[in-house]
């Protein structure tokens, strides 16, 4: 047995954002406000915000297969299903490693292992907000040939080594969905932090139609909805919100 103390989730909001919430600022004002706020954090070369993580990931597995080709990726064979379902979404090949139960960073082995199969990218991930350091990730990706995707999902807002997570890759991800670092209900950033990743990404973002609210516009939760899920997350009470749907019948409306 593995003994681990498994960090708890915190998600925080403050009144400021409740308040926001409630009565949010004009959509376009806010969302460049979280765009210069990623740039100065961050430092990508480009960046695009998501409707989610998801989408996110999904756009950076297209992205990292030229034009035509069906998307070969590496993924953790230990993980939540969204990196899955941004697979499915672009109809990616799924190569898996494992990881290491002490640290759930990759798997050495294993992860050379995958690299073999010739991926386009490998996803590595911060689970709960652990941090993994990804120098030698990139390193054993680049000499493969291979993109490395720095999913920061989980970890946005944490830093390693004065640097903040989600930017050690070739593309990053952020997801500000419920219960992450920064919670704003739902909503995701896909970073470009090298010059192939930003190229691939441009080519990606041509082909995409003109941006819908989907990518560019208000979330579509309505602000109650979201304050609700970032709560309920906070007090694990998630599962209970069928319960609690009855009985605060005008929160999800
Ligand atoms: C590691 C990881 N990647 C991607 C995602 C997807 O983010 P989102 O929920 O914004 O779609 C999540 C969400 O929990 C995640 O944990």
């Known amino acids: 047995m593995i003994a681990r103390h498994q960090l708890p989730a915190w998600s925080p909001l403050n009144l400021r954002a409740l308040a926001a919430g409630i009565i949010p600022p004009p959509s376009s004002r806010a969302l460049g ?5 990623i740039a100065d954090e961050y430092r990508p070369r480009s960046l695009l915000l998501t409707r989610s993580g998801t989408i996110a990931l999904a756009l950076a597995m ?3 297969a030229p034009e ?3 998307p070969r990726i590496g993924l953790p064979a230990w993980g939540c299903f969204d990196l899955m379902t941004a697979a499915d979404a672009v109809d990616a090949e799924v190569v898996l490693y494992d990881l290491d139960p002490e640290t759930l960073a990759p798997e050495q082995a294993s992860f050379r292992g995958m690299l073999a199969r010739e991926p386009h990218a490998a996803v590595v991930a911060h689970w709960f907000g652990v941090p993994v350091d990804l120098g030698p990730w990139a390193e054993l990706a680049r000499s493969a040939g291979a993109l ?5 999902a989980q970890a946005v807002g944490a830093s390693l080594r004065g640097a903040p997570l989600g930017i050690g890759g070739d593309f990053g991800i952020l997801s500000f969905g419920r219960g992450k670092g920064r919670p704003g209900g739902e909503g995701g950033a896909l ?4 010059p192939s990743a930003q190229a691939a990404l441009q080519g ?3 082909a995409l139609p003109p941006p819908t609210p ?3 516009g208000p979330p579509s939760a309505s602000p109650r909805r979201a304050i609700f899920l970032s709560l309920a997350n906070n007090f694990n009470i998630l599962a209970f919100r069928r319960k609690l ?3 605060l019948p005008w929160t999800l409306k």
């Open 33 to 37: 406000r979280i765009e210069r706020r």
């Open 68 to 70: 035509g080709l069906r």
């Open 204 to 206: 990606v973002a041509r």
């Open 191 to 194: 970073l470009a932090a090298s």
């Open 62 to 64: 297209r992205a990292s």
């Open 148 to 152: 490395l995707v720095d999913d920061a």
């Open 245 to 247: 749907w009855r009985l």
């Open 214 to 216: 989907c990518v560019a």
